[in-house]
């Protein structure tokens, strides 16, 4: 009786959440895409009167000489810039505060965030602590806190996988806890995306299957919640057709650059779709994981997805059905249970084929009960999951991952 009543309450506050969304105006950031626009960089930032930056990004992508190219056509341009490159693979509230004082110190007056998902939610929430200083990271944890907007702030993904380029979220890692969290807000949003496929160019293949499997997760989870819009469909969608098409092309062969160029595309689109149908149980867990043990957040997802649409089971039969039609693996005249199954069944193959394991051999017996609690804490309500989980159901879904 008593969780009848919580899932009740949880559902009213979805159905909430769900009206709010549907009358908010979500920013786009202008979109630059194709080989080489990375040049055209510095001139859409002194056209918009920065003349300082702050480049937030991360040791390894320096040291592949990544940024050379944007550091000379900088030069070229007159535009002062300065270089943040301590961001840790789940970004720490050090590592944001550093970041700030780094823009504060060195008189900028935009930010370029140039890498992964990590350095992006870096930039991000930066950004938010210089135009907002009166509120602590942790203060800004949850849905719109943050009230002034932020400073230029242009996003250069080097993965396709977060889509954190077009998103209204950040999410953060408090070192002391171990706690991973959410900080979601429109101003969160990049005023420019470079989507540049040169840039993933001899990405890792295990980082390629990772970060391609995250922005599955985000189609997938954007497109059976209930959140979904016919813009968020249509975008999630597309999303799966390219990465059913492209992603185990790009890791068998990184060099294909027309199809990392779709893979740049299928992330954004898959961001577009999430950051406002939202996402679901997947990313719960896999933010706790990624906090507790510092497990990479497309891997996790990886790992998870297919776990967590077991679990759904029935409720997501029809939505499934109809992403393996999209996604190119059946058609209308089969029965929906055996499409989803397919569905289910290539996201496996996949992830077997990338290497891709079936379980988390960081996750600890011990540990089981904590996760559950914060896994259930993120989940419920703020997800429009299609079924509510209670911690017997996530403890068992912890156990499989722990044992497959």
């Known amino acids: 009786m008593i969780w009848s009543l919580k ?7 979805q159905m909430i959440m769900r009206t709010i969304g549907k009358v908010l105006s979500f920013p786009e950031p202008k979109l630059l895409t194709g080989a080489g626009c990375l040049n055209n960089v510095p001139g859409i930032v002194k056209a918009m009167g920065v003349e300082s930056v702050l480049i937030v990004t991360d040791k390894v992508l320096m040291k592949l000489g990544k940024l050379d190219s944007l550091f000379e056509n900088l030069e070229k341009n007159n535009i002062k810039f300065y270089v943040y490159d301590e961001v840790q693979p789940n970004p720490t509230i050090d590592n944001i505060e550093n970041a700030r004082l780094c823009y504060i110190e060195n008189k900028c007056s935009g930010i370029i965030a140039f890498g992964g998902g990590s350095p992006m939610d870096c930039a991000k929430v930066a950004a938010a602590r210089v135009t907002n200083s009166y509120k602590s990271v942790k203060k800004m944890r949850g849905i719109f806190k943050i009230k002034n907007p932020l400073p230029l702030l ?68 954007a497109y059976i919640g209930r959140n979904g819009t016919k813009f968020t469909n249509k975008n999630a969608e597309a999303a799966v057709k390219i990465i059913f098409d492209k992603l185990e092309q790009v890791y068998k062969n990184g060099d294909n650059l027309e199809g990392r160029n779709q893979m740049a595309i299928a992330a954004y689109y898959g961001g577009a779709a999430f950051t406002r149908a939202n996402v679901g ?7 706790n994981l990624g906090g507790l043990y510092g497990v990479p957040h497309g891997l ?60 988390v051999s960081e996750l600890k017996e011990q540990d089981i009960p904590l996760l559950a609690k914060r896994i259930l804490k993120e989940g419920n309500p703020g997800y429009p999951v299609p079924k509510i989980m209670n911690t017997k159901e996530c403890t068992e879904i912890l156990r499989k991952l722990q044992t497959s």
């Open 7 to 13: 899932k009740g309450m949880y559902r009213v506050n």
């Open 154 to 221: 242009v996003a250069i993904p080097t993965t396709s996988g977060t889509g954190s380029e077009t998103t209204v979220a950040a999410v953060v890692t408090d070192p002391t806890t171990h706690e991973k969290y959410a900080i979601i807000d429109l101003k969160l949003t990049p005023r420019v995306a470079v989507l540049d496929p040169k840039l993933t160019i001899g990405l890792p293949p295990h980082i390629t299957g990772a970060t391609g499997m995250d922005a599955l997760t985000h189609a997938v989870e």
């Open 281 to 287: 149980y997947v990313h719960a867990i896999a933010h």
């Open 300 to 359: 996790a997802n990886a790992i998870v997805l297919p776990y967590i649409l077991d679990y759904y089971g029935d409720t997501i039969k029809t939505k499934l059905a109809h992403l393996a039609i999209a996604g190119g693996i059946g058609d209308h005249k089969e029965a929906e249970e055996v499409l989803a199954k397919r569905f289910i069944h290539r996201i496996k193959t996949m992830n077997k084929n990338m290497n891709i394991p079936s379980y």
